[in-house]
């Protein structure tokens, strides 16, 4: 049965257990650019795992569909708090990808570590996401594409589109 002192460890090694499965996400910092359309959203977390993507998946998609309906078209996820990224923390990530192309609106991922865009290379992900390495380069990549959408060709096009 053991003696006092190794049930009080194991309890102590239980307690400690549950802790780390109740763990709740630290959320997201969200920054607005009125002037390009552009949100930024960085992740407060350390890890993109299974402890926290549950809580952090339905905020990420009210936040990005909320700024879309206010008009913004630009989002750049910046992932340099997160050092740690399991398979729910890339399914986050596709559905932040998924919201924002259902929804005719560009995302940006920014500030990953090698590591990070290596696993994103071996599921072969990559290829559907738009990575740069700072957040200036993502940010410069919205402005570009959002001047290309104020072109007067684009805004001419856009408005036939409209008439049909």
């Excluded at 194991?10 to 709740?24: F, N, Q």
């Excluded at 500030?111 to 940010?139: G, T, Y």
Aim: proline letters at 1%; one cysteine or more.
């Amino acid at each position: 049965m053991g003696s006092w002192r190794e049930w009080q460890h194991r309890s102590s090694i239980t307690r400690y257990a549950m802790e780390i499965v109740g763990k709740k996400s630290q959320g997201l910092s969200i920054t607005t650019l009125q002037d390009d359309k552009t949100v930024i959203i960085s992740f407060n977390d350390r890890s993109l795992n299974f402890y926290v993507t549950d809580s952090l998946k339905e905020s990420l998609k009210e936040t990005i569909n909320g700024k879309i309906e206010d008009g913004y078209q630009h989002f750049v996820l910046n992932l340099d708090n997160v050092k740690i990224i399991d398979s729910c923390g890339v399914g986050l990530i596709i559905v932040a990808n998924n919201v924002t192309s259902s929804r005719n609106c560009k995302l940006y991922l920014s500030n990953i570590k090698p590591f990070i865009v290596k696993i994103f290379e071996i599921m072969r992900i990559s290829k559907h996401l738009s990575i740069f390495d700072k957040e200036d380069d993502a940010l410069a990549r919205s402005e570009e594409h959002t001047s290309e959408l104020q072109s007067p060709c684009n805004l001419v096009c856009r408005l036939l589109l409209e008439k049909k």
